[in-house]
């Protein structure tokens, strides 16, 4: 019986059929070539060759950028009031910080203009000590001391306004030189009404201590006896004033300011004598935006004499004047207007019987460059 012959050709078809879809599939043939199974050996030396040619890499899929709305910007500059960004560590103190007293000596140096106009009253010893005007000319008159510059009547009373021009420079904040020229009106009860140039004074302001919480000051200021002394306008002698001045600022409201000056005189007569002034006072701003800020000011001022004469009149008699207190309450407000320029406002009470004047009222402009 004759045995049946396996058929082959199943296995041919299949493998003809392989070869020719590989054939017609170039990506099919690179994935052979480059895949596990190598079926063509590709050079190092010429991967131009087409058949050798790796296919690129897909680039990562691009995330759109957020719209320029939402995107998060820094600031280039302080987005908070120079005042808050200074007290929060800035080394220098800001324009709201400027001293806001109205009768103690700042102790910030700054570029200024001040114009300030001073009512005074019943002034009952305008000679103590030669500090407002000198011994009465009536001892000269007399044939007592021929020395004696000042009025020729002795006087009961004296109310007195000064408006005085102040202009301060400052090459740095910690250094300043200021001058001041006032002009008076003298209206006393006994003696003649007479008006003119009083006593100008100049001199310098040296901080140093400067930070934006504290500033602490030596002044120095001399008087030139330029008013005419027999009108009462001015003492007739040199005097220098020495001082300390001290600003404080307690909160991002409430500042303390304080002042110790020595009044000396050089010269005079036997009434002229040292006079040591002191003061504190407190601010506080109430009211602040952009344009306007107000803070109301209390101040105590002293004065202590040292050593000197007056003329009591009445009764008429010589007195020593060293161990004299006086002692004010002064009250008032500052309105600052924009950044550069602020009014003062205020009124003063002498609280002891020894007065260099019984009520004051004072009014100022300043321009800040």
């Not at 939402?70 to 009031?81: D, E």
């Not at 001041?180 to 009083?198: C, Q």
Request: glycine share 8%.
């Amino acid at each position: 019986m004759a045995r049946k012959r396996r058929n082959h050709w199943g296995w041919v078809e299949l493998a003809a059929a392989v070869v020719a879809i590989w054939a017609a599939s170039p990506g099919l043939a690179q994935d052979l070539v480059f895949g596990g199974n190598r079926w063509k050996y590709c050079p190092p030396q010429v991967p131009q060759a087409p058949e050798c040619a790796r296919p690129e890499t897909p680039a990562p899929p691009t995330v759109p950028a957020p719209p320029e709305a939402v995107r998060p910007s820094v600031p280039l500059a302080p987005s908070v009031p120079p005042e808050q960004f200074a007290a929060l560590g800035g080394e220098t103190v800001a324009l709201a910080d400027r001293s806001a007293v109205g009768y103690i000596d700042p102790a910030i140096p700054m570029t200024q203009f001040r114009l300030r106009y001073d009512a005074a009253y019943r002034d009952n010893r305008p000679d103590r000590a030669e500090f407002f005007y000198p011994k009465c000319g009536c001892f000269k008159i007399a044939g007592l001391d021929p020395r004696a510059p000042g009025p020729p009547l002795p006087e009961t009373r004296v109310d007195y306004q000064d408006l005085s021009s102040y202009l301060e420079y400052a090459p740095t904040e910690r250094l300043s030189g200021f001058v001041e020229i006032p002009v008076r009106w003298l209206n006393p009860v006994v003696n003649d009404n007479t008006s003119g140039l009083a006593d100008i004074n100049a001199g310098f302001k040296w901080a140093f201590i400067y930070n934006h919480d504290q500033v602490a000051s030596f002044q120095f200021r001399t008087y030139a006896p330029t008013g005419d002394a027999f009108k009462g306008l001015g003492t007739d002698h040199v005097s220098l004033e020495p001082a300390l001045l001290l600003f404080q600022r307690l909160t991002d409201r409430l500042n303390f300011e304080g002042e110790v000056r020595d009044w000396i005189p050089i010269g005079g007569t036997d009434f002229a004598g040292n006079v040591i002034r002191y003061g504190v006072g407190l601010d506080y701003r109430i009211y602040d935006n952009d344009n306007l800020r107000i803070a109301p000011v209390a101040e105590f001022v002293g004065w202590t004499v040292l050593s000197g004469k007056e003329f009591a009149n009445p009764p008429g008699v010589i007195l020593d004047a060293t161990g004299d207190t006086i002692v004010n309450a002064k009250i008032g407000a500052r309105f600052w207007f924009g950044s550069h320029s602020d009014i003062y406002i205020g009124y003063g009470r002498a609280l002891t019987g020894a007065v260099w004047y019984k009520d004051i009222v004072r009014a100022e402009y300043r321009l800040v460059f």
